[in-house]
């Protein structure tokens, strides 16, 4: 299930956008089904979900995996992304059972070349580091769009999602052990790593309790 994929990826033999697209829509769907309930499939709850899961879940997986191929390339490394299809699957038949848990891991960026410890802990830093970013854009968005007059339950929702999702996936993938993220990135700079892991914990732990008062706080601080 996490073997290392053919080198044929490396000979173009293997479509980026295809396999990303495989990753973003098997991770919709997962999602979707998780925040919906397998019993509840025929609800136009579902569409919502499914909306706001291709736009928050789908593209911070997306985004995540891209900014590791992203950096890996600038640094003169060949790096394609891989979906991994049985794990995708895995995903979503997990979301059809009454476990409360959501699971993902739909796949990843490999590259070849010579890297410095420094090159390797960035590339391995990009990925988490845009998830936290993009919880930061949700954060300050919602009260633009909330001035806006865009304040129905979906959209809320969605703001929602955003932060703590993306927050959540930022820190989990800085777990300093085995092929997450967070190994890499201690390797190379241990100042790094534990900044990155307390922004990540401010985000995910901190702020998804008082999001609601933050984006009040700033509606009143504006007459919305």
Known sequence: MFSTP????F??????????????????????VFQTGATNLASSRFLTNLFIAAVVCGLGFVL??????????RFGAQAHF???VQMLAISIVVAFLPLGLFFAAPG?????GYLTPRQSGLIALAGP????????????????????GLRDTWIVQLFYTGVALNAWL?????????????????????????????????LAFV?????????????????G
């Open 6 to 9: 053919d080198e044929g990826i």
């Open 108 to 112: 990843a960026v490999w590259h070849r």
């Open 64 to 73: 995540h995996e891209l900014a590791h191929r992203i950096v890996a390339r």
């Open 207 to 223: 702020l998804p309790g008082n999001l609601l008062n933050i984006w009040l706080f700033v509606l009143r601080l504006f007459g």
């Open 11 to 32: 000979a173009g033999r293997s479509n980026d956008t295809v396999e990303l697209f495989k990753a973003w829509a098997g991770t919709t769907i997962a999602y979707a």
């Open 170 to 202: 930022g820190l989990f993938n800085m777990i300093p052990a085995g092929p997450f993220d967070g190994a890499k990135v201690l390797a190379w700079n241990s100042v790094v790593f534990g900044v990155t892991v307390a922004i990540g914990i401010l």
């Open 82 to 84: 891989v979906a991994n």
């Open 129 to 148: 580091a845009t998830n936290m970013a993009l919880a930061g854009v949700f954060l300050v968005a919602a009260p633009v769009a909330f001035l806006a």
